[in-house]
T-cell receptor, first 117, second 114 residues
Framework: NAGVMQNPRHLVRRRGQEARLRCSPMKGHSHVYWYRQLPEEGLKFMVYLQKENIIDESGMPKERFSAEFPKEGPSILRIQQVVRGDSAAYFC???????????????FGPGTRLTVL | AQSVTQPDIHITVSEGASLELRCNYSYGATPYLFWYVQSPGQGLQLLLKYFSGDTLVQGIKGFEAEFKRSQSSFNLRKPSVHWSDAAEYFCAVGAGGYGNKLVFGAGTILRVKS
């Protein structure tokens, strides 16, 4: 069973360009989470999605950032008009279907390291 | 708001020595608590988790953690450290409606000297 896949692993963009980060969850997982890790900091929650639904986007910046998890295909984190401050590692995690208040473990991908020149 | 504090940014221990990494959390309800490990350039791997029940939790790679509600702590321990344990360790609490939003501490970098 393949783990969480993220691509690309490294992405370089110039200021003002768009960045698209992809995440394929583990087989059978219907929940996806995106986290951002700035240099020398812990991970910060960005967004929590289920298929075709955004459940919690309380950690997403108000502008330029969007996320989707379509019925078919990977989850996409999109950053428009990137700025230097967007340089970070972006991690995706997935978990299986929740049942009531039982919290399921999140399995993390290897991350995408975005560098904005 | 939920928060996690890891007071030690760096810790250096000798190989074979015991290890304790500190974690304090702030959360109103019964917390879901986790310890993750991250090797350089890699993603996070779950070491152990606490949801309820026995407050001493066993994890992978010989790690354990003890939940102490009175101290709002969830410290990670290992009796004998191996050089391969050198990595960064993150404590996290599950927040949000179903605890699915992980709030991480800033991490503790562990160095192991031979």
């Amino acid at each position: 069973n393949a783990g969480v896949m993220q691509n690309p692993r490294h992405l370089v963009r110039r200021r003002g360009q768009e960045a698209r980060l992809r995440c394929s969850p583990m087989k059978g997982h219907s929940h996806v989470y995106w986290y951002r890790q700035l240099p020398e900091e812990g991970l910060k929650f960005m967004v929590y999605l289920q298929k075709e639904n955004i459940i919690d986007e309380s950690g997403m910046p108000k502008e330029r950032f969007s996320a989707e998890f379509p019925k078919e295909g990977p989850s996409i984190l999109r950053i428009q008009q990137v700025v230097r401050g967007d340089s970070a590692a972006y991690f995706c995690a997935s978990s299986p279907q929740s049942s009531g208040r039982l919290l399921n473990e999140q399995f993390f991908g290897p991350g995408t390291r975005l560098t904005v020149l | 708001a939920q928060s996690v504090t890891q007071p030690d940014i760096h810790i250096t221990v000798s190989e074979g020595a015991s290890l304790e990494l500190r974690c304090n959390y702030s959360y109103g309800a019964t917390p879901y608590l986790f310890w993750y490990v991250q090797s350089p350039g890699q993603g996070l791997q779950l070491l152990l988790k606490y949801f309820s029940g026995d407050t001493l939790v066993q994890g992978i790679k010989g790690f354990e953690a003890e939940f102490k509600r009175s101290q709002s702590s969830f410290n990670l321990r290992k009796p004998s450290v191996h050089w391969s344990d050198a990595a960064e360790y993150f404590c996290a609490v599950g927040a949000g409606g179903y605890g699915n939003k992980l709030v991480f501490g800033a991490g503790t970098i562990l160095r192991v000297k031979s």
